[in-house]
């Protein structure tokens, strides 16, 4: 929400600095975005008059102008692009040094296909002051040259921005913003009340409301004889300074009510509606060319206008061009409604318009000013463009409901913890437009039909407390009592966070992607439940809850390798859903890999490249593991993983057939095709809420384990086995032989070809043993050696391979 500080004064009689009115209002909970002062940036542009403008020498569409800066030096030649450049026009200059801001440029002194260009003639978007960039601004006859253009184009007025809650629609307007602040102590709140506009005749058009639950109330009126052409100067600067073009009379009286008092309203040109107007749903088929210039396909589920050639305006939103007002307009119809929240909000959403009024409909605007407003915006199309006006036509209703809360005084010490008096309640709740009856512990509190946020006794102690200030609400300590504190992170967030960690210490970009993909995505990942569509989605292929993070990793990805970044390692740790039951969500780590992101070094480099394959995969989902508690001495590895992954090059983690982890490997080609994605691509996902807990025994601190002063022994072991016993398997026999000395058993090598049986394969293992009392001797070595040789015969059926 944007205004100006002039503005802002039209509705509050104050002395108070900039400054202070801006901490006030983020005080009050409007909170202040930014301050823009126009006239500073705009300081070094000052009005001048092209004294001549030649044809380029050298190209078809510049000009050579010469142009009298009015500082009493030389004209200054500048060479010019516009179409409307010409002599004796009087423009805005901007000399060598000028930052510009709608080009993010700092101008110097430039040399266009051999002729010298000592400055630039500007148009109102190279300004920023507008979106006009056809040509350069051309300005009255009477402008004065050499003035500072913002100056005398009124542009030294601060604009001020607040972030408005969805829940202060009143504050989509600067009258609703004065009244917080005239409440907080900052001025005198200026609310002139609003005469009724006499009608002259009957109105001739008609309004029907076929269904009172889209649109629960709707005022029209007919004004004829109006000339609708430029708006004056004042409100055109009005709408200018907040980054509005003025378009004609009639439509900037309507952009002016939706800013000035929060009551958007519509126009049509009253020639080109046919017979009378129908509140009603659109139909298949239907369409309608908006005011922005496209064309929207419309569906039962939208709230429309009619008359009786179809649709003339989108509910709420957008009007048609067909009945828009242009400089034609003479006889003109005004309307005044009131929308349901909810059908703008899922309209505006599901065509892609944001519009100034859909912002202030879909948060609910002043029903009882839906009359008032029309009276308003009557007189001033009345004082700007002349004509008689019609009656009123109201269908529907055209007040609120009223609201009356029984607000305990003693509430406000109760929730606050602070002291109000009665009388300092009362004046802040009248100043807001409440009204108070009764003088007991129980008053009787009135809510103002604008304020539709406020519902209870709490919300009117927000109130209270919020112009209070919560500055002055007292500091007061929690009694911790006397119990041990309790972990502030449960285990789940703590295994995400060292997930995230050991990721992105292995090299990987962390990425965060939409919870939603689409249909063909889910079911390739082993979603696309029905229960998990959504009602409502934001996009076509944003249609069901995701299954896997991996969809999300990948679109990543691909989008990156198509602006030449192919080599990526990227993870994200987020929700998965199975269903739609709490138990059928959860907390899942992935990671993919493309190109040249291997885990042993990303990019091409002097040592060589290396691509990214299944065993990087692997790596990445025990590094997880690993970080997130899991008893990795239990974990087993099996080929093969799920559907979306390359069968054999691809692997699950488990802990036993019932308890599986995660899998990893390189993604199935299929996938690839059907997800438009470029291969190959390794990934991985681990599900941590299927971590087993670790045990928790009372036991005695033990301490710290020590580093051996011994060294440590190696021994490589050869086994030839059969082509189905698992390396895991091998690693785990030799390992059981003695767990505190055998401190780690590696796989380095399998092989399988000639000098091998053809149902046979050789793996080769590494273990290190770490003796810690005394160095072993050979003898006790040897003695190993054979328990190793002899386990893993036994369990696997092995043969030491000579």
Same mark, same amino acid.
């Given at each position: 929400?944007? *205004? ?29 975005? $930014? ?119 009124? &542009?030294?007025?601060?604009? #001020?921005?607040? =972030? ?23 001025? @005198? ?32 009126? &007919? ?31 309507? =952009? ?11 126009? *049509?040109?009253? @020639? ?28 039962? $589920? ?40 909810? +059908? #703008? ?67 406000? @010490? ?85 997930? @995230? ?36 989605? #934001? ?69 060589? $490249?290396?691509?990214?394959?299944? *065993? ?42 019932? +308890? ?11 996938? &690839? ?40 022994? $190696?021994?490589? *072991?050869?086994? #030839? ?82």
């Amino acid at each position: 929400m944007k *205004f100006t500080l002039s503005w802002l004064k039209e509705h509050l009689e104050t002395d108070e600095p900039l400054e202070k009115l801006a901490d006030k209002l983020t005080m009050i909970g409007l909170e202040v975005e $930014s301050i823009e002062d126009k006239a500073k940036a705009l300081a070094p542009f000052t009005i001048a008059r092209v004294i001549s403008a030649e044809q380029h020498p050298n190209a078809d569409r510049l000009r050579v102008c010469m142009v009298d800066t009015g500082n009493g030096a030389a004209p200054v030649q500048v060479v010019c692009g516009a179409p409307n450049a010409r002599t004796g026009m009087i423009s805005v200059f901007s000399p060598p040094g000028t930052y510009i801001p709608g080009k993010n440029i700092t101008l110097g002194v430039g040399t266009i296909r051999g002729v010298e260009s000592r400055g630039m003639l500007c148009s109102a978007a190279e300004l920023q002051i507008s979106d006009d960039h056809d040509g350069i601004m051309e300005l009255s006859s009477d402008a004065p040259v050499g003035k500072r253009y913002a100056e005398w184009a009124g &542009l030294g007025d601060p604009v #001020i921005e607040i =972030n408005l809650t969805p829940n202060r629609p009143d504050c989509t307007g600067v009258h609703g913003i004065a009244r917080d602040l005239s409440a907080a102590d900052m001025g @005198k709140f200026r609310d002139p009340g609003i005469k009724q506009v006499k009608g002259e005749f009957p109105c001739p058009v008609k309004v029907t409301v076929e269904d009172a639950s889209l649109c629960p109330g709707f005022a029209l009126r &007919l004004v004829r004889g109006v000339k609708n052409g430029p708006s004056p100067k004042w409100l055109q600067q009005r709408l200018t300074s907040i980054g509005l073009r003025p378009i004609n009379a009639l439509v900037d009286i309507t =952009n002016f009510m939706t800013y000035d008092r929060a009551r958007p309203l519509h126009v *049509f040109d009253a @020639k080109k509606v046919k017979g009378d107007l129908v509140v009603r749903r659109a139909k298949d088929g239907e369409t309608l060319l908006a005011l922005d210039g496209r064309t929207y396909a419309l569906d039962p $589920s939208i709230c429309v206008i009619a008359d009786a050639h179809g649709v003339e305006s989108l509910a709420g939103i957008m009007g048609g061009e067909a009945s828009g007002c242009d400089e034609n307009t003479t006889d003109v119809l005004i309307e005044s409604a009131l929308w349901n929240e909810i +059908n #703008i909000a899922q309209t505006g959403r599901k065509l892609g318009i944001n519009s100034d009024a859909r912002y202030r409909f879909e948060r609910g605007v002043d029903p009882s000013f839906m009359v008032p407003g029309l009276e308003l915006a009557t007189r001033m199309v009345m004082d700007v463009c002349g004509g008689v006006p019609s009656e009123n036509v109201v269908a529907g209703r055209a007040h609120g409901e009223d609201r009356v809360i029984d607000f305990p005084l003693a509430e406000v @010490k109760r929730l606050a913890g602070i002291e109000v008096p009665l009388p300092h309640i009362r004046s802040i709740l009248t100043r807001l437009g409440f009204m108070m009856a009764g003088s007991g512990p129980v008053m009787k509190v009135a809510v103002p039909s604008w304020r539709s946020d406020v519902h209870g006794k709490a919300d009117i102690v927000e109130e209270i407390v919020r112009i209070v200030g919560v500055d002055n609400v007292p500091e007061a300590p929690f009694d911790r009592g006397e119990a041990s504190r309790k972990p502030v992170l449960t285990p789940i967030q703590l295994r995400t966070r060292r997930a @995230k960690r050991a990721l992105a210490a292995r090299g990987m970009v962390e990425a965060v992607t939409w919870s939603f993909i689409s249909k063909e995505a889910a079911a390739l990942f082993g979603g696309g439940k029905r229960e998990l569509v959504l009602a409502n989605p #934001i996009a076509a292929d944003l249609s069901d809850m995701r299954p896997s993070l991996l969809p999300g990793l990948i679109a990543a990805a691909q989008a990156n390798s198509d602006r030449g970044l192919a080599d990526v390692a990227l993870f994200e740790v987020g929700q998965i859903f199975k269903g739609d039951r709490p138990e059928d969500q959860f907390t899942a780590a992935a990671g993919i890999r493309h190109g040249f992101a291997s885990s042993r070094g990303i990019g091409r480099n002097w040592s060589g $490249s290396t691509v990214a394959d299944a *065993f990087d995969a692997k790596g990445d989902a025990l590094a997880v593991l690993a970080a997130a508690g899991a008893p990795m001495q239990a974990l087993q590895i099996v080929p093969g993983g799920a559907g979306y992954l390359h069968p054999g090059r691809s692997g699950t983690i488990q802990i036993g057939p019932q +308890n599986v982890l995660g899998y990893f490997g390189e993604l199935h080609p299929r996938t &690839l095709e059907a997800l438009r994605a470029d291969g190959p691509l390794t990934a991985f996902e681990v599900i941590l809420e299927r971590i087993p807990a670790a045990k928790q025994k009372p036991t005695r601190a033990k301490p710290p384990l020590e580093l051996s002063a011994f060294q440590p022994v $190696s021994r490589d *072991f050869a086994f #030839i086995v059969d082509r189905t016993v698992k390396a895991g398997d091998i690693a785990r026999s030799a390992q059981a032989v003695d767990k505190k000395l055998i401190t780690d058993v590696a796989v380095f090598d399998v092989y399988e070809g000639k000098g091998i049986d053809d149902r046979k394969k050789s793996v080769a293992i590494a273990v290190t043993m770490q003796p810690r009392e005394k160095t072993m001797t050979d003898e006790e070595i040897d003695a190993v050696a054979a328990k190793i040789v002899a386990e893993v015969t036994k369990k696997t059926g092995g043969t030491l391979r000579a």
